[in-house]
């Protein structure tokens, strides 16, 4: 249930944003985006929705203590936990922009006037995501940045990805759509990952160690994800760049739906992770915190109190590594030789498949 809840508020937070920025972008700059108001006030509805989760997770975490008040122990996650009072912060912006968002015209078509008060109310409903963060409860202001960055680059990107994949229309205006949109994805993707490389390094200091549990081994799966994010990146942002110079009237959605793909399924292990106690919480009380079966499956050698986990290549690790990187060169090779989107969508899929399990085979 909360997984799921995650994964619904990352794609609240990417249509959101992702739809009010295209709507400040002029029409002959963009393919013809349609983005339903009601889906648009779907995504504000949700996002004061689903993140009174956390709150409810805290809440049936204390619930069977029979100690404490049932209605005293609400008063208190609601109105004393910081988790409480950023809900409320969150319910009150949402509320607000719902509203705005409203008084557009039946169209959705908004004054460009109001562009700019819903984007900062946008924002600011990513800031306080990023107060409510574990990273910014762990490590104060710098967990704060760190998040903050790493959710609104994410957001941008791909909020813009998503949007105009599967909500625009025709075959017009991709080129000047791609060259603007291109650099701006670069720019995001260096964000997240400078933001993400300082949140693992406080979460996960011991990077291979951390695969021993479950948030580690998400972390892994999630890295290795990014790979054939990053290749239909290339292709939808170099590749269709010459392409349509050439091609003016070919349609690209199919590509930006199949990059979405692997969007969806960063979106799912980002969600499962933030369910999972992190390698620094499961350092700090080693007898709560069980293996991850996944690396138990794997895994032949005993763990003693201190593991130093290390990579040693072997005949079956070196297989699977040429095999990944095969598959990782056929996903860009699928769209050279023109095949179908979903090709290179299961040769993204077998790339990250055979590095997870080059990289478990090589664990010692």
């Known amino acids: ?98 509203i705005m968002i409203a008084k557009t015209n039946p169209s959705g078509k908004p004054s460009q006037e109001m562009l700019v008060p819903k984007l900062a109310l946008a924002i600011g409903l990513v800031l306080i995501q990023g107060w409510s963060s574990h990273a910014a ?9 760190a998040h903050t960055m790493h959710f609104l680059a994410m957001s941008i990107w791909v909020g813009i990805l998503l949007v105009t994949g599967w909500f625009s229309q025709g075959e017009a205006n991709w080129g000047s759509f791609l060259a603007w949109y291109h650099p701006l994805a670069i720019a995001c993707v260096v964000m997240t990952t400078a933001a993400g490389l300082v949140l693992t390094l406080y979460v996960s200091p011991e990077y291979l160690n951390g695969w021993i549990f479950s948030y580690g081994q998400a972390l892994l799966i999630k890295h290795l994800l990014l790979i054939p994010l990053l290749l239909f990146g290339a292709i939808n942002g170099l590749l269709l760049k010459k392409r349509l ?29 933030g369910q999972q106690a992190t390698p620094h919480e499961a350092a700090a009380a080693p007898n ?49 030789k023109k095949m179908s989107p979903c090709i290179s969508v299961l040769m993204g899929i077998l790339c990250a498949a055979t590095g997870y399990l080059s990289l478990m085979f090589a664990i010692r």
């Not at 091609?247 to 980002?270: C, H, M, R, Y």
């Not at 794997?298 to 072997?314: E, H, I, R, S, T």
Request: include cysteine.
């Open 245 to 273: 110079k050439t091609q003016p009237d070919f349609n690209p959605l199919g590509w930006f739906k199949a990059e979405s793909v692997f969007v969806l399924a960063i979106f799912g292990v980002t969600a499962f992770m």
């Open 1 to 98: 249930m909360f997984t799921l809840s995650e994964i619904g508020l990352y794609l609240c937070f990417s249509i959101l944003v992702g739809g009010l920025l295209l709507q400040m972008v002029p029409d002959n700059s963009k393919p013809t985006v349609t983005l339903p108001k009601p889906i648009l006030l779907s995504s504000v509805a949700g996002i004061g929705m689903l993140t009174f989760m956390p709150v409810l997770r805290v809440i049936l975490y204390f619930f069977s203590d029979p100690h404490i008040d049932s209605w005293d122990l609400i008063k208190s996650v609601l109105f004393s936990f910081e988790v409480g009072k950023a809900w409320w912060m969150t319910l009150g912006l949402s509320i607000v922009l719902f």
């Open 288 to 336: 709560m915190t069980e293996p991850s079966p996944l690396f138990s499956f794997f895994y032949q050698g005993v763990l003693g109190d201190n593991p130093a986990l290390f990579l040693a290549m072997n005949g079956a690790s070196g297989i699977l590594l040429a095999a990944a990187l095969l598959f990782g060169a056929m996903v860009v090779l699928a769209y050279q």
């Open 137 to 145: 409860s762990f490590f104060a202001w710098d967990g704060f940045f």
